[in-house]
């Protein structure tokens, strides 16, 4: 046989023989291999929220004419009448969230929810 092809099949034995692992070895590999993973992996955050919602109450007292025909909104978009006569309408919301009154089809008021629990706005 060909020195070259000697030293060839010999350095093929080498890295089989390096390759070649017994049970063991291979178990304890695999378990510092999952140690460094769970290290590397940060807990899993809860997926409840963090703040509670709040209860909130919007009335028209039918005092203020402006407000006759006002309508309730939540950012831009329409939750619902509430003129003169109308239901009042209770949402839940969150603290720092932000409702409008449009009356006359103009933004007449503003409220920003707060952190109690339950609240009532009049109008």
Same mark, same amino acid.
């Given at each position: ?14 890295? !089989?023989?390096?390759?070649? @692992? =017994?049970p /063991?070895?291979? +178990?304890?590999?695999? %378990? *510092?291999?999952? #140690? ?8 899993? !955050?809860?997926?409840?929220? @963090? =703040?509670? /919602?709040k209860? +909130?109450?919007?009335? %028209? *007292?039918?005092? #203020? ?43 007449a ?9 339950q ?5």
């Amino acid at each position: 046989m060909p020195e070259w092809k000697r030293k060839l099949i010999e350095k093929k034995k080498q890295e !089989t023989k390096a390759q070649d @692992t =017994t049970p /063991q070895q291979t +178990a304890a590999i695999t %378990n *510092t291999a999952a #140690d460094v993973t769970a290290q590397q992996t940060p807990p899993p !955050t809860s997926t409840i929220a @963090t =703040t509670q /919602q709040k209860m +909130a109450t919007f009335v %028209n *007292t039918g005092t #203020d004419p402006a407000m006759t025909e006002a309508q309730l909104f939540y950012e831009s978009n329409p939750w619902g009448s509430l003129g003169w006569g109308d239901p009042a309408i209770s949402v839940m919301t969150n603290a720092g969230d932000k409702w409008y009154i449009v009356a006359n089809g103009v933004y007449a008021k503003l409220f920003t929810i707060a952190e109690e629990a339950q609240q009532q706005f009049t109008i």
